[in-house]
């Protein structure tokens, strides 16, 4: 049975960048490490539920991440640049804008498109050295042993491996098989999201704004459009979704207001349902779960990939150093070392998220009132915002 060091379930975005990787590093011989993707549909396929139609914001520290990984200058061609964030509350007076010349660095994030990001990522891992590629294929059965990870494919393949990593999705084929517990909350909300073409250039400009009816976020994209993250109850959601493109278009203009003038045609609208679905305790014996396997947070602070890029790292830290040192890198020392590293940064971004995604979708007057009256102290003071802004590009 051929054996690989580190065999990763799902090459979406937290699979595929950990395995390109893990594939620059070497054993204590030499030689690189051997890494096996195991993806069940092909990237290039429209439906492909990683690299489907929304953009992502990447933090600034989410693109170092990415260039120490050796990985950002392929994407680089893919980005637009954040170079301003204003934040508001429709209808109040508070208001935060942040610009990158402000904290010298050239932008704040990088917005890309999933679906060519998927393309180009599944491209690198075809031609990856120490990369073996199994799509589509899909894991039919696996069993834990003391020393290694036995995996059995649909086509028939089968190997074993030192560490199985699951970055297959909040559902999870070996986060279930294993009966990991998962922290489940419904925000009552769901999120549409579209392409928007505006009259006025974006000039890098994005805007997160609070309304009754749930956040709203419009981010700068390639070709002069904007990425749209409109959450609404289930609902309204419903109702937004039956509307004509000139119609939804309309209720949107009156929920944003004319900040780039006004929004002159929308692509395709999707809508997801919001909830937190997180695993609190990520791995098993020889098993670690991956991206939104273990963490699915609400994209009110856009801080969902970023915080799995984080893993990414630190996981890929943790095998190098282990490596490093001889030890055997799906060993429940080396596992659980990374698990506890990754607590503090994953619990603190649940519960922010949640905590904006409540406060900020709520009509109570005190509560509007308050978070008006922070965001005003937060423009009015610069060692607020500037805690707020580092925050934003991933810095903790």
């Known amino acids: 049975m051929t054996h690989y060091d580190v065999v990763i379930n799902g090459a979406g975005m937290a699979g595929a960048v950990l395995a390109l990787g893990l594939s620059g590093l070497r054993q204590p011989d030499g030689s690189r490490l051997s890494v096996a993707v195991i993806e069940a549909m092909d990237p290039e396929h429209d439906r492909h539920p990683g690299f489907d139609a929304r953009s992502i914001a990447l933090a600034w520290h989410s693109q170092t991440l990415l260039q120490r990984l050796g990985i950002w200058p392929a994407l680089a061609r893919l980005a637009t640049p954040i170079t301003h964030i204003q934040v508001s509350d429709q209808g109040h007076f508070g208001r935060v804008e942040m610009h990158a010349a402000e904290y010298g660095v050239p932008a704040l994030g990088q917005v890309v498109e999933l679906q ?5 990522l599944h491209r690198r891992l075809a031609a990856g050295e120490g990369i073996s590629l199994f799509c589509p294929d899909r ?8 020393e290694r990870v036995t995996i059995e494919l649909d086509s028939g393949a089968a190997f074993s491996a030192s560490l199985l990593v699951a970055a297959d999705g909040n559902r999870s084929l070996v986060g279930q098989q294993l009966g990991m517990p998962r922290r489940q909350l419904d925000y009552g909300q769901s999120a549409i999201i ?5 009259a006025e250039p974006h000039l890098g400009r994005a805007f997160e704004r609070f309304t009754p009816e749930g956040p709203l976020a419009l981010l700068p994209m390639s070709e002069g459009r904007s990425s749209l993250v409109w959450c609404v109850s289930p609902g309204r959601a419903g109702q937004l979704m039956a509307l004509d493109d000139a119609a939804f278009l309309t209720a949107l203009q009156r929920q944003f207001g004319y900040r780039l003038g006004k929004l002159v045609r929308t692509g395709k609208r999707h809508c997801y349902p919001l909830v937190l679905d997180e695993a609190p305790r990520p791995w ?12 699915l947070l609400h994209p009110i602070a856009g801080q969902g990939f970023n915080l799995g890029l984080r893993d990414v790292a630190s996981l890929t830290d943790h095998i190098g150093q282990a490596l490093s040192e001889g030890r055997d ?3 429940h020392a080396v596992l659980s070392a990374y698990g506890r590293s990754r ?5 603190g971004m649940v519960g922010l998220t949640t905590a904006l995604a409540l406060l900020f979708s709520n009509n109570n007057p005190v509560l509007a009132a308050g978070r008006n009256l922070g965001l005003s102290a937060m423009a009015a003071c610069a060692p607020l915002k500037s805690q707020l802004a580092w925050r934003a590009m991933g810095k903790r």
């Not at 579209?194 to 505006?198: D, E, K, Q, R």
């Open 343 to 347: 607590l503090p940064d994953q619990a």
């Open 284 to 295: 098993h014996h020889r098993v670690v779960l991956l991206g939104n396997a273990a963490h």
């Open 194 to 198: 579209a392409n928007i073409a505006t």
């Open 329 to 331: 890198i799906g060993s």
């Open 116 to 120: 060519p990001v998927g393309r180009e």
């Open 139 to 146: 894991i039919t059965r696996f069993a834990q042993h003391a």
